[in-house]
């Protein structure tokens, strides 16, 4: 391919300062089943390419699914003309700085390829943990999904880049819907597809997967007769399944340069952040530490290359509370004047890089979760997100849970039902008393982040360990 690619370059025949070519061949495999009957096999492939120039300090785009030389020839006439008309007008000037020359490669790890089973046996397994999941006739509907993944990308630029990464994933989802008159309860593992991983098969069939099955039902059942979360002002405590979401709509989306330069601001809103926090702010407390970190074997959204060629690092984007970096791309970071990351990054062939959060993880500290449950006089503990609701700055937000406990003299006692926490960004990292250590520290993944017009939702990782949250509101179903 790079050798085809490389002669694209040296012929396209237009008078731009710099031609990209990023080629993406992907093929990508659903199954679902529900109540233990199939009920989508599907399986689609598609392959092209995006062209980039950068024409008197613009940049322009267009994309075709044909690879020869005159197509692309014919979508790099599009791009050109493209950023020629919108120079007029541009915002900033940029340079070849922002695509520097680049080379290298990147693999997701796997044990097994992902042909490893068949579709039958795929298939045999979800309807399985459906059956497993009915442990009551109280139990009204269970469901199971996989995904799988496979995805190539090359990029090639007149100055000579040239990468190529290979990226294999695996995504697995089951979860039992419980009723009993009018309750009805909902019980997931970890909540919505949150198991997304880089690698091959043995992601599917992990030890204790049937013991984690039953677990699941038996719980959407126990919240049948559970008590409803209190309202009150409480000690909070938070899994790791629920600390993804929570990093994800309040550091992540907030952080993002384009967010805050108001590109995003009449689809997927601003955020509360200025250019001029950085280095000022106090986000949290000072035990929190997130870093942008797409090195994570395994983690959802690792690479070693963004799309743009940028070598992608490990960096703390908030150090001991303290912010320190946005999520911005190359020509973000010169358009804002603030350090940002390697993460300019397109959901396909067709649509061009723009800012986009990656793996973003809590570092973890130094309390096994015994010691954080123990420390705890009164309080709640939640797993597993239901449902989100933040405002267009990622300011304010609500939050609701499938799972909770109460914590009573330092133990974990009563089950409760319809947990949900609200608080503002700040005030709620603020308020950060203890960090989990490795022992508690776990992944997750999403696929759905969605973001840009047109919209790309994209592959995003976020890890945490369990986390202590002091005098936050928490607040039940009925209220």
Request: with cysteine.
């Amino acid at each position: 391919m790079f050798s085809e690619l490389t002669n694209a370059i040296a012929n396209i025949n237009i008078p731009a300062d710099w031609v990209g070519i990023r080629v993406v061949k992907e093929t990508a495999v659903n199954r679902h089943v529900r109540d233990g009957l199939p009920q989508a096999n599907g399986k689609y492939s598609t392959k092209g390419a995006m062209l980039e120039v950068l024409v008197n300090g613009c940049l322009g785009y267009a994309a075709t699914n044909y690879l020869d030389i005159a197509s692309l020839q014919a979508a790099a006439e599009i791009a050109y003309k493209q950023a020629l008309v919108a120079s007029e007008w541009r915002i900033y000037d940029f340079r070849e700085t922002q695509r520097p020359k680049v080379v290298g490669e990147y693999q997701s790890p796997f044990v097994k390829p992902l042909d490893a089973l068949t579709p039958r046996e795929i298939n045999d397994l979800l309807v399985r943990i459906c059956q497993t999941l009915k442990v009551s006739d109280k139990i009204v509907q269970t469901t199971a999904s996989f995904s799988s993944n496979e995805k190539e990308t090359w990029f090639v630029s007149s100055n000579g880049s040239q990468v190529y990464q290979k990226f294999l994933s695996v995504g697995a989802h089951y979860g039992a819907t419980a009723q009993d008159g009018a309750i009805v309860q909902q019980r997931t593992n970890n909540g919505w597809h949150a198991n997304c991983y880089q690698g091959g098969l043995e992601l599917l069939k992990q030890d204790g997967l049937w013991d984690r099955v039953q677990q699941v039902g038996e719980q959407a059942v126990e919240l049948l007769t559970a008590d409803e979360c209190p309202t009150t002002r409480t000690n909070l405590v938070l899994a790791p399944d629920q600390m993804m979401l929570q990093i994800h709509e309040s550091v992540g989306h907030p952080l993002e340069i384009d967010r805050i330069l108001g590109d995003e601001r009449n689809y997927a809103g601003g955020s509360f952040v200025s250019k001029s926090d950085f280095g000022n702010l106090v986000y949290g407390s000072p035990l929190m530490n997130i870093t942008f970190d797409p090195t994570v074997p395994g983690e959802f959204a690792s690479y070693n290359f963004d799309d743009t060629g940028a070598v992608a690092t490990r960096e703390y984007v908030i150090k001991g509370g303290v912010l320190q970096r946005g999520l911005g791309s190359l020509e973000s970071q010169a358009r804002a004047g603030i350090a940002g990351v390697a993460c300019a990054r397109a959901s396909s062939w067709n649509r061009p890089p723009i800012d986009r959060m990656a793996n973003l993880n809590l570092e973890p500290g130094n309390a096994t979760f015994e010691e954080i449950i123990a420390g705890v006089e009164n309080g709640v503990y939640m797993e597993s997100n239901r449902s989100w609701s933040i405002d267009d700055r990622r300011y304010k937000f609500q939050f609701g849970c499938e799972y909770a406990k109460l914590i009573e003299n330092g133990k974990l006692t009563k089950t409760l039902r319809n947990p949900n926490y609200r608080a503002t960004t700040p005030e709620f990292w603020q308020s950060l008393t203890k960090v989990g250590n490795n022992s508690n520290w776990q992944i997750y993944g999403t696929p759905y982040c969605g973001k840009g017009e047109p919209n790309q939702a994209i592959w995003v990782g976020h890890g945490s360990p369990v986390c202590l949250f002091a005098n936050v509101e928490v607040f039940g179903g009925g209220s």
